[in-house]
């Protein structure tokens, strides 16, 4: 009970913070000006397939290409994805980062909070942040109902594998801000290894057998895909969900070596 009020009094902190600071709505604003703006010119784009699907019922191939989920929802949540990469430097680089600059670090091992109950406080706190963010881009989907049938369920599959992404995208951003106490060096770290992880994968096309099918299993960007396309893999599931808890589980280690050194 204790380690929850702990949790929740952190969680509320953290959130505070987000919303009475600038970063909260300079990182939401872009976001969601780049995911309107591509999504609008997706839409564009279907518009013109469907007329031209109207000009020429009788070809197939046409007809065949009118799938809203593949030309208007899988590449917004492939760009969604690559703005993740640039936004979650910025959200978690002063989660640790500050504490160790500002000194509050040292006060925090002198409250009764366990080192979870500050991490998933933390964690939870730039988590829901990001689901604020999500959260607005579904009127875009809302107001394209109005206009042909939408596929919820694909949509909701294309959603989960954004949380899922960004979970674990936010997890690791957390890891890297535990190892500095500056801030800048927190995003750029963070950045790096968002970005070695998501083209990690590309060794595959380069090397064959055991190494290429290793770098293709840790790739973030393999395990996105399926959920771009309307698919719910087990396996995708499970990496998600291992990769977040890796990282917050390192976050645990980094503290507790903190906690030695103090």
Known sequence: MKNLSGFTALLKKELTIYFAGPIFYITGFFFLVLAGYFFYTNLLYYGLISLQAAQQASNPQVAAQMNPQMLVYRPLY????????????????????????????????????????????????????????????????????????????????????????????????????????????????????????WIIGWVQELASGPVGKTMQFLSLLDHYENFTKGVINTRDLVYSVSFTFFFLFLTKRQLESRRWRA
């Open 78 to 197: 492939q760009v969604l994805a690559i703005i993740l990469i640039f936004l979650v430097p910025l959200l978690t680089m002063r989660l640790l980062a500050e504490e160790k600059r500002s000194g509050t670090w040292e006060l925090l091992f002198t409250y009764p909070l366990t080192d979870w109950s500050i991490i998933l406080g933390k964690f939870g706190a730039v988590l829901l942040v990001y689901l604020v963010f999500l959260a607005f881009t579904l009127s875009f989907s809302v107001a394209f109902s109005f206009m042909t049938q939408v596929d919820w369920g694909a949509m909701a599959a294309g959603y989960l594998g954004m949380v899922l992404l960004g979970a674990s995208c936010l997890a690791l951003g957390l890891f890297a801000s535990s190892l500095t106490e500056n801030q800048i060096i927190a995003g750029v770290v963070g950045f790096a290894l968002l970005l070695l992880l």
